[in-house]
């Protein structure tokens, strides 16, 4: 496909997605009606959709409109080549701008991308780093591995991949991440991945697991286990431990007992958690405000209701979870949310509800710091 047949696809898949389609329904249903399409078409369209959700408010506004062809305008606009190469008409190509388009005058300052409801609560939580953070997330998300020390090394790590064609670098951060430079679509078929030498997992929820002190013959229960990847990067830290996760829907966690047995770790799966626990991880459902970058439609359909029915829901799992530790145990809550209702917040209203619990760490991590918006509490029982 030509660069301009290309934009003509974005516009097709934006319309759908701005009339209500999820992004990744939409991608997948243009991708079975173009068969045509190679696989490097597909992926430049993926980021062309994507990255205009991530700007949709301020390439609306350079565009003219916000429509499909307004953010494709836009993105030309802001990117190049020029729109007289790219709007010509010809071919596959979009229909030549008119007048009015032409003649679009954009805001100064162009919009800051956020939701307009959300923007207090944003500021609210972020302080002088909100316009920072909310920029950020107009970027693409850097992909992160963790590697998993019971079987490689970072080095030999880094090694395999090369061999595999992607290019790692070591994150300042913590030892055992790495951040992809080149050949991120390749991770998932790379022997590295597939001989669980290395997991797929955002810089942020890896710094937060380095946090928790762990020991041999603990008892870890990951509670909203999902994937599993809180489960898998704890038993990987300390292989001693007796780790098991419970999802509400046990169909979440379907993927985790092949990425045990990538990663060479034993994680038991509770339906129903028995018994209690010396660390349970309440990594909760949120409205996942740290992941924009990754999701970005997610941005745009999030609404205020939502999120107060996602702060009532991860009280009432807070309140569950504090009946399964044991004496002295420790419960690590854990969110991908920069929103103080979801975080902060929130743990406040737990403390009140349970004084029996005390809060002995809280960190929260921005897409500043080079991973995905993250949050985490450490709240000892006793
Ligand atoms: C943020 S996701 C977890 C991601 C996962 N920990 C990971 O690292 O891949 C939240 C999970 O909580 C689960 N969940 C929702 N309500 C729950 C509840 N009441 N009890 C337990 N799990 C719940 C959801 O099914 C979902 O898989």
Same mark, same amino acid.
Do not use: N, Y
């Given at each position: 496909m030509t660069p301009a047949a290309r934009i003509s696809a974005a516009i097709t898949v934006l319309d759908q997605i701005l009339a209500g389609s999820p992004a990744e329904q939409a991608l997948l249903r243009w991708s079975r009606a173009s068969r045509f399409a190679g696989s490097g078409d597909r992926a430049?369209?993926?980021?062309?959709?994507?990255?205009?959700?991530?700007?949709?408010?301020?390439?609306?506004?350079?565009?003219?409109?916000?429509?499909?062809?307004?953010?494709?305008?836009?993105?030309?606009?802001?990117?190049?080549?020029?729109?007289?190469?790219?709007?010509?008409?010809?071919?596959?190509?979009?229909?030549?701008?008119?007048?009015?388009?032409?003649?679009?005058?954009?805001?100064?300052?162009?919009?800051?991308?956020?939701?307009?409801?959300?923007?207090?609560?944003?500021?609210?939580a972020l302080g002088d780093q909100a316009d920072a953070v909310a920029l950020a997330m107009t970027q693409r998300a850097p992909v992160w591995l963790r590697v998993n020390g019971s079987r490689a090394t970072p080095e030999q790590a880094a090694a395999v991949l090369a061999a595999d064609g992607i290019t790692v670098e070591a994150a300042p951060q913590l030892a055992s991440a790495l951040r992809v430079v080149s050949g991120d679509r390749l991770v998932a078929r790379s022997s590295a991945y597939l001989d669980g030498l290395v997991e797929l997992q955002d810089l942020s929820p890896q710094m937060a697991c380095a946090r928790l002190s762990l020991a041999p013959g603990l008892r870890v229960l990951d509670y909203c286990a999902g994937g599993g990847g809180k489960a898998l990067a704890l038993a990987a830290r300390q292989p001693g431990m007796q780790v098991s996760a419970h999802?509400?829907?046990? +169909?979440?966690?379907? /993927? $985790?007992? !092949?990425?045990? &047995? *990538?990663?060479?770790?034993? =994680?038991?799966?509770?339906?129903?958690?028995?018994?209690?626990?010396?660390?349970?991880?309440?990594?909760?459902?949120?409205?996942?405000?740290?992941?924009?970058?990754?999701?970005?439609?997610?941005?745009?359909?999030?609404?205020? +209701?939502?999120?107060? /029915? $996602?702060? !009532?829901?991860? &009280? *009432?799992?807070?309140?569950? =979870?504090?009946?399964?530790l044991a004496p002295g145990g420790l419960l690590a809550y854990m969110t991908c949310s920069v929103l103080e209702a979801e975080n902060g917040d929130q743990v406040d209203a737990f403390l009140s509800r349970h004084p029996g619990f005390r809060r002995i760490d809280q960190q929260a991590w921005t897409p500043l710091t080079g991973g995905d918006g993250f949050f985490l509490a450490q709240l000892r029982q006793g």
């Open positions: 430049a369209l993926r980021d062309l959709v994507f990255g205009a959700l991530r700007q949709r408010d301020s390439l609306a506004a350079l565009g003219g409109g916000l429509t499909g062809r307004g953010l494709m305008i836009g993105h030309v606009r802001q990117s190049g080549p020029s729109l007289d190469a790219i709007f010509t008409g010809e071919g596959h190509a979009p229909s030549p701008l008119t007048e009015a388009e032409a003649a679009v005058v954009p805001p100064d300052p162009l919009p800051d991308d956020l939701p307009d409801w959300l923007r207090p609560a944003w500021r609210q999802d509400v829907a046990p +169909a979440r966690m379907a /993927d $985790l007992p !092949a990425r045990a &047995a *990538r990663a060479g770790a034993k =994680v038991q799966i509770q339906t129903q958690p028995r018994g209690t626990f010396d660390l349970v991880v309440a990594d909760v459902p949120c409205s996942g405000s740290g992941t924009w970058r990754r999701t970005p439609d997610a941005k745009w359909r999030l609404t205020a +209701a939502q999120l107060s /029915d $996602l702060v !009532a829901l991860q &009280a *009432r799992i807070l309140d569950q =979870v504090a009946a399964l």
